[in-house]
């Protein structure tokens, strides 16, 4: 049965994960494989003065123990950085070297000092406790607002202030002229939390190196194995393409924090060359606490100019962003242009300047996580818009509807350099006020005043910029990657369809979306469909996943291969129908001649190419197997409107979310079942940010304070409802398929409509704003605090 | 993980015998603290005592006026007792909701209770039921048995058998859990037979404790109004970032209110 | 080293292992039996869940030793001749996985609540997967999976 666009196929990857049959990285242990165990830094900041690893040299079971000199002897370099971005002045950020293993100095609790590799991880374990390394103990900086104060501790003595870049994107004489003139100015002081990412699969590696051909191969828990091959071949390992590998197997989540090339893949693959065994690393996940990149981390003040009817003239922002101890690979891009670039939200505001500083600080590196940059510019948006309605006393869907972007607007240019292709907020906040029963809302109000309950509705129409694109924009912005993807319909002899794509599913169903994309245009079932992902050896090229791009940018690379595919197939049924090319027409699976029943089954034309007795050799090479790099014309922008209903009890200041509903616009939807389960995801994540989740260091010393699930809130499934979701489709107008991209939507949407749904329930106490996460302490304060003001 | 010896004694002589002298070895009840403890190498014991297969240890019976519970009686298997939900419903209660049902089906009573985390619920529960430890050496009236934080009355080769839980005229529990840990932030324990009430308070403090001044206050009047005006003192409660001393002297206050509610 | 023997699916298995090794090494490093997983260090993400002669307990929480002489099922023991067990098939039909690293845990827990509890609410399901964390689906469709598989099991006189 062919599994067009639109059907809620099941998941075909499913019966191997519901069977224990995945293979991930931890379950794949290859012959001979030693295990490693890293050394970290127990100090957020100190100097090292000596690594002295003889007597864990002589431990039971231990082959060898590397530290810093030895890479530097062996000649690695340093972890590439792969965005760079200019300051307002034009000077280049500051780029310290990032070392594999730390070098002379330690920049944050975890930070990878040794690597221990014994025969068995408990000897590696064991001998890693015997390696004495001497610190000395520096001050250190954790707080984004603390470290560019003056006098503090440098992260760097070569980067005054911690500042690595001081950018900024608008014009600002226009925006402080409207601010100053404006009828209405709303002023907000705002902190977006750092998070922790999470994926249930802590990272693993395995380095391996065949003596015989030189070649090395990585197998490793990460989202993009080209870009991995690529920045550790070429830049720390100098190892060229051809002689490495780099295996994704399947992936257990990654939430953008599989997408950085990690010092444990260089150091693990490197190790394996040396020693001629492969060498296994997996994380145990109080490892992952303090070596995965974190995310969020902003500290803003941001100001927005109103008239007097509520239309918006002007917005300011000023972030500083927490980069952490080194530039992980997307770091300086996503305060920056995967940000501030989005200040313009879902609005017509005329003019917009935002300035962003990236700021080093003794923790764990922060870069992209689910939504990466637009979460923070859409909680910050609509928590300011939201503030603007409460004190311009407007019904804040009214004064939404206000500032919208027409419908009829498109393609809108904004102030903030993306232009919109498409959208209709309009709809989508219509179907989210409806679904959540908006009209109704003030009974329920009431109804739960009665039971001692405060209640509050809250919205957020977000936007988001996904499949970061184009290339040659990219590249002018700092972009040191193409930003293009690749796929190859392999078309095999008997008819059956080999797809083999440079995205990597590592949960959001890939292998049955794309092979919907597959049957839709060949007319075949799914089951004679294979999607390929996640080995360099098997994958002509790819960029990866993340940003929400793979069916935008992987899928028209496929779909423009399956337009080769049936081109070709077209010439080859031409020539078995003795008809012209022009003649065929392709549908349901067949080669027809137009207007006659003369036809040839797609099967029948796929052996053709490949026993080509009766074939035109002189013009058309034999084979059915067609590749495709496609470079987007722009971003894709989805947008919605989420809509979320909390109660807050008085005496724990617990909030407890009574309902939540979504509106969508993904552009065209391939497979509705696996888009609701990205928007559940997503929205659970962004739920768990505004509620739950915190990343914390102790202000004095550095420390992690949440370095486990005993203290890092993860979202359970007692801490969420059932989600109402909905989506309405307005088609991208600038890639094949009209796909827009789902998988971050919810981490954007959620985290100001619970916001706005909390300070509406607190607003008759006159609590105006609260930072994430509304901990139940921290509402209790507010409420505490506003009725002693109130008695006083 | 560092590694022991392990042994699977079959009765608690056996047993006490196998710790005798050991200073560094470790009973194991329902190894739910103590394996974690040793995977993250907090631990080193040279040998692991498993309790698991002595089977006097286990069982729950109805004794007089009060439930017995053998010490290796299961979470699980507290909470789904017609014996204890007939008897003290509230108990039954409080085992339902310690950790989650993996960790209900392997953590015990008497693991439980001789860990004396300060965030465990069953010290609560011990406290205001005016609960009896008994061991293999003598009987502990709960007021005697919780030392300090994970300190208890227990000798070093003391094994606790059973706990001797004397059945109220009515009492419930009531939880704040830790919002990412799940264990209680705040957990109190009511507990009235005939005029007296007694108030166990779990989580707050290093140790569990008894929060007399509610008990005064409830013995004369077994309402939620009773006690709105006790205060908590936050002095030496803990704190860390999930809730200072002051929210949770707020919390003993509201848990208490509401645990009075519940048990009508 | 101590030898243990433990039935795991079904089948009689010894082995020598140290008096350190954790249940769910003695099933993924002795065994091969890769399917239950290990996501923390503490106990609270649900990944390992196995079945114990009928309950469910966390395989990362209980040395090999321990579990001498007993039956355990792994997510691997679920499927019976080719078949999927009802609540696996519900999970399927339900999109209850994405990336399918906690799903052989929380398969194996819901199990288990639909063995003591035949007809769970949503509230009751919820509150059963405190101990099983998932990062990817918000847990709406394994809500509603485990509500279907539960049935199933129910009707299928499981």
Redesign the interface.
Same mark, same amino acid.
């Given at each position: 049965m062919s599994a067009p666009i639109g059907a809620p196929v099941?998941?075909k990857? *499913?019966?191997?994960?519901?069977?224990?049959?995945?293979?991930?990285t931890?379950?794949i242990n290859r012959p001979g494989q030693l295990h490693a165990v890293f050394v970290r830094s127990p100090h957020a900041h100190a100097e090292i003065v000596r690594v002295e690893a003889s007597a864990a040299k002589s431990a039971p079971g231990v082959v060898a123990i590397y530290s810093s000199a030895d890479l530097v002897a062996a000649g690695l370099g340093t972890l590439p950085c792969g965005w760079a971005v200019k300051s307002k002045d034009g000077s280049p950020m500051a780029e310290p070297p990032h070392p594999v293993l730390a070098q002379g100095r330690v920049r944050h609790v975890g930070d990878p000092v040794a690597i221990v590799i014994a025969e068995s991880r408990?000897q590696a374990? +064991?001998a890693s +406790?015997r390696v004495v390394v001497d610190y000395r103990p520096l001050p250190s900086v954790s707080a984004v607002d603390e470290a560019v104060k003056p006098g503090k501790p440098l992260v760097y003595d070569s980067v005054p202030g911690n500042i690595c870049y001081d950018w900024h994107i608008g014009e600002q004489a226009p925006v402080d002229a409207a601010i100053a003139k404006a009828a209405h100015v709303v002023r907000l002081d705002i902190v977006n939390n750092r998070l922790i990412p999470? $994926?249930?699969?802590?990272r693993a590696y395995i380095g391996e190196f065949d003596r015989g051909t030189g070649d090395y191969t990585l197998y490793t828990t990460c989202q993009n194995p080209h870009a991995i091959r690529l920045l550790m071949g070429a830049f720390v390992l100098h190892l060229p393409e051809h002689k490495l590998r780099v295996v994704a197997p399947?992936?257990?989540?990654g939430?953008g924090s599989k997408i950085y090339h990690y010092a444990e893949e260089a150091a693990v693959t490197w190790a394996a060359g040396q020693l001629g065994r492969p060498v296994k690393w997996v994380a145990?996940? !109080?490892e992952s606490f303090v070596s995965d990149a974190q995310g969020r981390d902003h500290v803003t003040h941001a100001e927005l100019a109103l008239d007097k009817d509520g239309k918006f003239l002007a917005l300011k922002v000023a972030t500083l962003a927490n980069l952490g101890g080194y530039i992980s690979t997307f770091a300086p891009a996503v305060p920056t242009y995967l940000y501030a670039t989005l200040l313009a939200g879902t609005y017509t505001t005329p003019a917009i300047y935002a300035e962003v500083k990236g700021v080093f600080t003794h923790t764990v590196p922060v870069d992209a996580y689910r939504g990466a940059g637009r979460p923070e510019a859409s909680y910050l948006i609509e928590r300011i818009v939201d503030q603007a309605a409460r004190a311009l006393k407007l019904d804040p869907a009214e004064l939404r509807r206000r500032n919208f972007i027409a419908t009829t607007a498109y393609p809108y240019q904004t102030p903030v350099a993306l232009a919109y292709d498409s959208g209709d907020y309009f709809t989508t906040l219509d179907m989210a006020l409806k679904d959540a029963d908006y009209a109704g809302f003030e009974q329920r109000r009431a109804a739960a005043g009665r039971q001692g309950k405060l209640r509050g509705l809250g919205m957020a129409s977000y936007i988001e910029a996904c499949g970061v694109a184009p290339s040659a924009v990219a590249g002018a912005l700092g972009a040191r990657a193409g930003l293009y993807e690749v796929a190859a319909v392999r078309v095999n002899p008997t008819g059956s369809v080999t797809v083999l794509t440079g995205t990597h599913s590592?949960?959001?169903?890939h292998e049955t979306t794309f092979a919907q994309l597959v049957s839709e245009r060949l007319g075949m079932p799914v089951e004679n469909i294979d999607v390929v992902h996640g080995d360099t050896a098997r994958i002509p090229f790819g960029m990866g996943t993340y940003g929400s791009r793979s069916l935008p940018v992987g899928g028209s690379a496929l779909v423009k291969a399956l337009d080769k595919v049936v081109n070709k197939g077209k010439k080859i049924a031409a020539h078995l129908l003795e008809a012209a090319e022009a003649d065929i027409e392709f549908k349901d699976g067949k080669f027809t001649v137009t207007g006659t029943d003369r036809a040839k089954a797609f099967g029948e034309i796929a052996f053709a190419a490949y026993v080509p007795h009766n074939y035109p050799l002189d013009e058309l090479e034999p084979g059915l197997d067609e590749a495709a790099f496609y470079d987007p014309k722009n971003f894709t922008f989805p947008s919605g409107t989420h809509v979320c209903e909390v109660e807050i009890d008085q005496?724990?200041g617990e909030v407890r979310i009574v309902a939540f509903t979504a509106a969508d616009d993904f552009g065209r939807i391939v497979n509705p079942?696996?888009v609701?389960?990205q928007v559940?995801?997503?929205? $659970?994540?962004g739920i768990g940010q505004a509620l739950?989740e915190e990343c914390?260091y102790d202000r004095a010393s550095g420390q992690l304070?949440?370095g486990?699930?005993? *203290?890092?809130?993860?979202?359970? $499934?007692?801490?969420?409802p !059932?989600?109402k979701v909905a989506t309405h489709g307005t088609m991208c107008t600038h890639n094949p398929l009209g796909v827009k991209g789902c998988g971050e939507a919810?981490a954007i949407g959620a985290p100001g409509a619970v916001m706005n749904a909390v300070l509406d329930a607190l607003a008759p106490l006159g609590i105006t704003h609260i930072d994430m996460p509304a !901990?139940? +302490?921290k509402i209790?304060?507010a409420m505490a605090s506003r009725r002693t003001a109130k008695a006083a | 993980m560092y590694n022991f010896e392990y042994q699977q004694p079959k009765s608690v002589a056996d047993a006490a015998k196998a710790i005798a002298g050991k200073a560094d070895a470790k009973l194991m009840a329902g190894g739910m603290t103590l394996i974690p403890t040793l995977k993250q190498r907090l631990a080193k014991p040279t040998d692991v005592v498993d309790l698991g297969k002595i089977a006097d240890l286990k069982g729950i019976k109805k004794d007089g006026n009060a439930i017995v519970i053998g010490a290796m009686t299961r979470h699980a298997d507290v909470a789904s007792s017609d014996v204890v939900k007939g008897a003290i419903p509230a108990l039954a209660d409080l085992a339902a909701h310690i950790g989650d049902p993996a960790v209900r089906n392997r953590g015990t009573c008497g693991g439980s209770i001789a860990n004396n985390d300060p965030a465990a619920d069953y010290p609560a529960g011990v406290l205001a039921l005016n609960a009896t430890i008994v061991t293999n050496k003598r009987k502990i009236a709960a007021d005697d048995f919780f030392k300090g934080m994970f300190e208890t009355a227990l000798a070093a080769d003391e094994i606790i058998t059973a706990v001797s839980f004397p059945i109220p005229e009515k009492a419930a529990y009531m939880k704040f859990p830790n919002p990412a840990s799940r264990y209680a932030i705040v957990g109190v324990f009511v507990a009235k037979t005939g005029p007296a009430v007694r108030v166990g308070v779990t989580g707050a403090a290093p140790s569990a404790f008894r929060q007399k001044d509610m008990e005064a206050a409830l013995s004369k009047s077994f309402t939620g109004d009773a006690i709105k005006d006790v205060k908590q003192p936050q002095n030496g409660l803990n704190a860390d970032i999930h809730a200072s001393a002051e929210y949770r002297a707020h919390l003993v206050g509201v848990m208490a209110k509401r645990a009075v509610a519940k048990a009508g | 080293m101590p030898s243990v023997t433990i039935t795991v699916n079904g089948k009689k298995q010894t082995a020598n292992v140290e008096n350190r090794t954790l249940l769910v090494q003695f099933l993924r490093e002795h065994l091969g039996l890769t399917g239950t997983h290990v996501g923390c260090d503490t106990s609270q993400c649900g990944a390992c869940v196995v079945n114990i002669d009928g309950y469910s307990a966390k395989s990362c929480t209980m040395l090999a030793v321990q579990v001498e002489g007993a039956n355990v099922t792994t997510i691997e023991g679920l499927a019976k001749d080719g078949k999927l067990h009802p609540m696996q098939e519900a999970f399927r039909e339900h999109h209850g996985l994405q990336c399918g690293f906690c799903t052989p845990g929380m398969v194996m827990s819901a199990v288990d609540l639909a063995t003591v509890n035949k007809n769970p609410s949503e509230t009751d399901i919820r509150h059963w997967l405190e101990g099983n964390i998932c990062r990817c689906t918000g847990y709406h469709n394994i809500v509603k999976a485990i509500k279907a598989g539960a049935e199933a099991m129910a009707r299928g006189g499981k």
């Amino acid at each position: 049965m062919s599994a067009p666009i639109g059907a809620p196929v099941r998941r075909k990857e *499913d019966h191997r994960f519901l069977t224990g049959r995945g293979t991930y990285t931890d379950d794949i242990n290859r012959p001979g494989q030693l295990h490693a165990v890293f050394v970290r830094s127990p100090h957020a900041h100190a100097e090292i003065v000596r690594v002295e690893a003889s007597a864990a040299k002589s431990a039971p079971g231990v082959v060898a123990i590397y530290s810093s000199a030895d890479l530097v002897a062996a000649g690695l370099g340093t972890l590439p950085c792969g965005w760079a971005v200019k300051s307002k002045d034009g000077s280049p950020m500051a780029e310290p070297p990032h070392p594999v293993l730390a070098q002379g100095r330690v920049r944050h609790v975890g930070d990878p000092v040794a690597i221990v590799i014994a025969e068995s991880r408990d000897q590696a374990q +064991e001998a890693s +406790e015997r390696v004495v390394v001497d610190y000395r103990p520096l001050p250190s900086v954790s707080a984004v607002d603390e470290a560019v104060k003056p006098g503090k501790p440098l992260v760097y003595d070569s980067v005054p202030g911690n500042i690595c870049y001081d950018w900024h994107i608008g014009e600002q004489a226009p925006v402080d002229a409207a601010i100053a003139k404006a009828a209405h100015v709303v002023r907000l002081d705002i902190v977006n939390n750092r998070l922790i990412p999470n $994926a249930m699969e802590p990272r693993a590696y395995i380095g391996e190196f065949d003596r015989g051909t030189g070649d090395y191969t990585l197998y490793t828990t990460c989202q993009n194995p080209h870009a991995i091959r690529l920045l550790m071949g070429a830049f720390v390992l100098h190892l060229p393409e051809h002689k490495l590998r780099v295996v994704a197997p399947d992936v257990g989540g990654g939430f953008g924090s599989k997408i950085y090339h990690y010092a444990e893949e260089a150091a693990v693959t490197w190790a394996a060359g040396q020693l001629g065994r492969p060498v296994k690393w997996v994380a145990e996940r !109080s490892e992952s606490f303090v070596s995965d990149a974190q995310g969020r981390d902003h500290v803003t003040h941001a100001e927005l100019a109103l008239d007097k009817d509520g239309k918006f003239l002007a917005l300011k922002v000023a972030t500083l962003a927490n980069l952490g101890g080194y530039i992980s690979t997307f770091a300086p891009a996503v305060p920056t242009y995967l940000y501030a670039t989005l200040l313009a939200g879902t609005y017509t505001t005329p003019a917009i300047y935002a300035e962003v500083k990236g700021v080093f600080t003794h923790t764990v590196p922060v870069d992209a996580y689910r939504g990466a940059g637009r979460p923070e510019a859409s909680y910050l948006i609509e928590r300011i818009v939201d503030q603007a309605a409460r004190a311009l006393k407007l019904d804040p869907a009214e004064l939404r509807r206000r500032n919208f972007i027409a419908t009829t607007a498109y393609p809108y240019q904004t102030p903030v350099a993306l232009a919109y292709d498409s959208g209709d907020y309009f709809t989508t906040l219509d179907m989210a006020l409806k679904d959540a029963d908006y009209a109704g809302f003030e009974q329920r109000r009431a109804a739960a005043g009665r039971q001692g309950k405060l209640r509050g509705l809250g919205m957020a129409s977000y936007i988001e910029a996904c499949g970061v694109a184009p290339s040659a924009v990219a590249g002018a912005l700092g972009a040191r990657a193409g930003l293009y993807e690749v796929a190859a319909v392999r078309v095999n002899p008997t008819g059956s369809v080999t797809v083999l794509t440079g995205t990597h599913s590592h949960g959001q169903g890939h292998e049955t979306t794309f092979a919907q994309l597959v049957s839709e245009r060949l007319g075949m079932p799914v089951e004679n469909i294979d999607v390929v992902h996640g080995d360099t050896a098997r994958i002509p090229f790819g960029m990866g996943t993340y940003g929400s791009r793979s069916l935008p940018v992987g899928g028209s690379a496929l779909v423009k291969a399956l337009d080769k595919v049936v081109n070709k197939g077209k010439k080859i049924a031409a020539h078995l129908l003795e008809a012209a090319e022009a003649d065929i027409e392709f549908k349901d699976g067949k080669f027809t001649v137009t207007g006659t029943d003369r036809a040839k089954a797609f099967g029948e034309i796929a052996f053709a190419a490949y026993v080509p007795h009766n074939y035109p050799l002189d013009e058309l090479e034999p084979g059915l197997d067609e590749a495709a790099f496609y470079d987007p014309k722009n971003f894709t922008f989805p947008s919605g409107t989420h809509v979320c209903e909390v109660e807050i009890d008085q005496d724990t200041g617990e909030v407890r979310i009574v309902a939540f509903t979504a509106a969508d616009d993904f552009g065209r939807i391939v497979n509705p079942m696996i888009v609701e389960g990205q928007v559940h995801g997503g929205l $659970a994540q962004g739920i768990g940010q505004a509620l739950l989740e915190e990343c914390r260091y102790d202000r004095a010393s550095g420390q992690l304070l949440t370095g486990s699930y005993m *203290d890092y809130c993860m979202p359970r $499934a007692d801490n969420l409802p !059932s989600f109402k979701v909905a989506t309405h489709g307005t088609m991208c107008t600038h890639n094949p398929l009209g796909v827009k991209g789902c998988g971050e939507a919810g981490a954007i949407g959620a985290p100001g409509a619970v916001m706005n749904a909390v300070l509406d329930a607190l607003a008759p106490l006159g609590i105006t704003h609260i930072d994430m996460p509304a !901990s139940p +302490e921290k509402i209790w304060r507010a409420m505490a605090s506003r009725r002693t003001a109130k008695a006083a | 993980m560092y590694n022991f010896e392990y042994q699977q004694p079959k009765s608690v002589a056996d047993a006490a015998k196998a710790i005798a002298g050991k200073a560094d070895a470790k009973l194991m009840a329902g190894g739910m603290t103590l394996i974690p403890t040793l995977k993250q190498r907090l631990a080193k014991p040279t040998d692991v005592v498993d309790l698991g297969k002595i089977a006097d240890l286990k069982g729950i019976k109805k004794d007089g006026n009060a439930i017995v519970i053998g010490a290796m009686t299961r979470h699980a298997d507290v909470a789904s007792s017609d014996v204890v939900k007939g008897a003290i419903p509230a108990l039954a209660d409080l085992a339902a909701h310690i950790g989650d049902p993996a960790v209900r089906n392997r953590g015990t009573c008497g693991g439980s209770i001789a860990n004396n985390d300060p965030a465990a619920d069953y010290p609560a529960g011990v406290l205001a039921l005016n609960a009896t430890i008994v061991t293999n050496k003598r009987k502990i009236a709960a007021d005697d048995f919780f030392k300090g934080m994970f300190e208890t009355a227990l000798a070093a080769d003391e094994i606790i058998t059973a706990v001797s839980f004397p059945i109220p005229e009515k009492a419930a529990y009531m939880k704040f859990p830790n919002p990412a840990s799940r264990y209680a932030i705040v957990g109190v324990f009511v507990a009235k037979t005939g005029p007296a009430v007694r108030v166990g308070v779990t989580g707050a403090a290093p140790s569990a404790f008894r929060q007399k001044d509610m008990e005064a206050a409830l013995s004369k009047s077994f309402t939620g109004d009773a006690i709105k005006d006790v205060k908590q003192p936050q002095n030496g409660l803990n704190a860390d970032i999930h809730a200072s001393a002051e929210y949770r002297a707020h919390l003993v206050g509201v848990m208490a209110k509401r645990a009075v509610a519940k048990a009508g | 080293m101590p030898s243990v023997t433990i039935t795991v699916n079904g089948k009689k298995q010894t082995a020598n292992v140290e008096n350190r090794t954790l249940l769910v090494q003695f099933l993924r490093e002795h065994l091969g039996l890769t399917g239950t997983h290990v996501g923390c260090d503490t106990s609270q993400c649900g990944a390992c869940v196995v079945n114990i002669d009928g309950y469910s307990a966390k395989s990362c929480t209980m040395l090999a030793v321990q579990v001498e002489g007993a039956n355990v099922t792994t997510i691997e023991g679920l499927a019976k001749d080719g078949k999927l067990h009802p609540m696996q098939e519900a999970f399927r039909e339900h999109h209850g996985l994405q990336c399918g690293f906690c799903t052989p845990g929380m398969v194996m827990s819901a199990v288990d609540l639909a063995t003591v509890n035949k007809n769970p609410s949503e509230t009751d399901i919820r509150h059963w997967l405190e101990g099983n964390i998932c990062r990817c689906t918000g847990y709406h469709n394994i809500v509603k999976a485990i509500k279907a598989g539960a049935e199933a099991m129910a009707r299928g006189g499981k």
